[in-house]
């Protein structure tokens, strides 16, 4: 996956470093779009950009604290601190503001409920719960859906539609990327892995570019996925869908990955399956060709027909694997030559539910630097 900062990444980063005009100026609104820049960038997959976010955080903070009482009642620095509140920026300086009686014209109840988010208020749900995103401007009931979604994540009956409604007003922003997210893992929640499988490829489809993109796969193809694989090595049509949504370098990274968990996992079809659909996508790099090797001459030494897996694992170009994988061919080696042919390992239980969800929002944890979290 490329990852190169687009010309507007420039455009947003000379607009940071220039000086403030007038004192009063406007100029709020102007560095959150800067922000939704920066933003789309690294939904478009620029490490570049989502490095910045903090740095233009900052420098938000900086700027509302300067503006003038007078201006911050304009639509469009309200939506500037919707932004800001809800994508980790400090309350401390709103909270500020409302204790030097700033007013925020009609949106002051907007701000108010916000705020609570962003500080993790024990009645932020409630405050969130007097707003109507759709009957707001989409630029402030965006965030603000999303927010209502991530508020009522523990009950995602509540959940899944604002976080819908999220989708519905900021598409192609890391608003609907970051609604996405949550709604995979909702549903991972509720063990409708085959419903989640669809939303995910969905979100590959869309958002396959995007920084936060390779963690949700790797969870997939590595946690989920497995769960979808026959003994046999036959898979769904959902599996199958899923890893074709995948750019060829990520989906063979990601192959790779799964024929890796397979192994540690006792589930051999799996690796043997995964090492095949890697093997179908042609040569990688060395590394990834050595890594290809190992998994599926392990995946034959142990699964139904061991024969030649000792010399097809001798024959793996050492020089080319990590430390872990080193560690797994010689302990493959070591076995292989004691036992041709061993029975075939049958696939290990699937891990209980609280395992799954843990895992699933440890991944979105990850992917959310710069969204605000609230306690799960």
Known sequence: MTRQPHVWLMVVMVSMTAPRAVAGEARTYELARSLQMLQDQAVNGSDIALA???????????????????????????????????????????????????????????????????????????????????????????????????????????AKPLLAVARLLAPGTLIE??????????????????????????????????????DVAAYFATSVLPGFVAPTGMVTDQVQNFLAALPEPSRRALLLDMAKAGILDGRMGIAALASRQSAALGAGSGAEQARADIYAAIATAFGRDGDGASDQLIAIDRGQLHDAELGMLDAALAVAGQIPATPRVEPAADGDAPAVIVAARTVVARADRSLAEVSQ
Do not use: C
Not at 64 to 76: C, K, M, T
Not at 188 to 194: I, S, V
């Open 52 to 158: 910045e976010q903090p740095r233009i955080l900052d420098r938000l903070s900086a700027e509302i604290a300067l503006e003038a009482p007078a201006q911050l009642s304009d639509p469009r620095n309200v939506r500037a601190l919707a932004i800001y509140l809800v994508n980790g920026g400090a309350p401390a300086v709103v909270r500020r503001l409302l204790a030097t009686t700033t007013e925020f014209g009609p949106h002051q109840t907007v701000i108010r409920a916000l705020l609570a988010f962003a500080e993790r208020q024990p009645d932020a749900g409630k405050l969130l719960s007097q707003l109507d995103a759709m009957a707001l401007e989409p630029g402030i009931g965006g965030p603000v859906a999303l927010a209502q979604g991530m508020a009522f994540q523990a009950d995602p009956a509540k």
């Open 177 to 214: 990327e970051a609604a996405l997210r949550r709604e995979i893992t909702m549903l991972l929640a509720e063990t409708k892995n085959g419903e989640a499988i669809e939303r995910a490829t969905r979100y590959l489809w869309k958002f396959g570019s995007s920084v936060y993109a390779t």
